[in-house]
T-cell receptor
Framework: RKEVEQDPGPFNVPEGATVAFNCTYS??????FFWYRQDCRKEPKLLMS???SGNEDGRFTAQLNRASQYISLLIRDSKLSDSATYLC???????????FGAGTRLFVKA | NAGVTQTPKFRVLKTGQSMTLLCAQD?????MYWYRQDPGMGLRLIHY???????AKGEVPDGYNVSRLKKQNFLLGLESAAPSQTSVYFC??????????FGPGTRLTVT
């Protein structure tokens, strides 16, 4: 079983739609969680960190469920520019081991 | 402020050839990383460094060597390239907080 698992998609949604991605992780000692965005043939870029109480950044909301060991990303009012691959990232306690999920592809169409 | 830069951007090697990938960062970050990314798989850590003069193995270190002689530079070497090393290589740097900033990547093909 992979340490971090994501639905690869693709998710095809119309502009203005709300879309949610989930990501599960297997190591209960994981301490830090992030969502990165990666455009086609580009480098990953940090989208947002994920905090225990949940956090929001504009149209993006991230949630963490430690009991079930998953994190989620909700995108409201999708824009064409949101089309990208979204990477779930988990960092374990006390070290530098950062595990990247394989990513979920999102296509937003007009 | 260029962030993280990588050279070269593209390279084609024949099996058995060697090469060095250069990563440079101007954010004064202590930590630097080398990853490879293959289709359908997440980024996999090859080697990392927690400071000038230090290096450590990541998840997939075999066939690669690294050096960090200066804080701002992190070099990745392939001594004898193999087709299995065809991939996109990303360098990243970070502070202790763990948010990583990536370079634009090097696309390597080994024939």
């Amino acid at each position: 079983r992979k340490e971090v698992e994501q639905d690869p998609g693709p998710f095809n949604v119309p502009e203005g739609a709300t879309v949610a991605f989930n990501c599960t992780y297997s190591n209960s000692a994981s301490q830090s969680f992030f969502w990165y965005r990666q455009d086609c043939r580009k480098e990953p870029k940090l989208l947002m960190s994920v905090y225990s109480s949940g956090n929001e950044d504009g149209r993006f909301t991230a949630q963490l469920n430690r009991a079930s060991q998953y994190i989620s990303l909700l995108i409201r009012d999708s824009k064409l520019s949101d089309s990208a691959t979204y990477l779930c990232v988990v960092k374990n306690t006390g070290g530098f081991k950062t595990i990247f999920g394989a990513g979920t592809r999102l296509f937003v169409k007009a | 402020n260029a962030g993280v830069t990588q050279t070269p951007k593209f390279r084609v090697l024949k099996t058995g050839q060697s090469m060095t990938l250069l990563c440079a960062q101007d954010m004064n970050h202590e930590y630097m990383y080398w990853y490879r990314q293959d289709p359908g798989m997440g980024l996999r850590l090859i080697h990392y460094s927690v400071g000038e003069g230090t290096t450590a193995k990541g998840e997939v270190p075999d066939g690669y060597n690294v050096s960090r002689l200066k804080k701002q530079n992190f070099l990745l070497g392939l001594e004898s390239a193999a087709p299995s090393q065809t991939s996109v290589y990303f360098c990243a740097s970070s502070r202790i907080t763990g948010e990583q900033y990536f370079g634009p990547g090097t696309r390597l093909t080994v024939t």
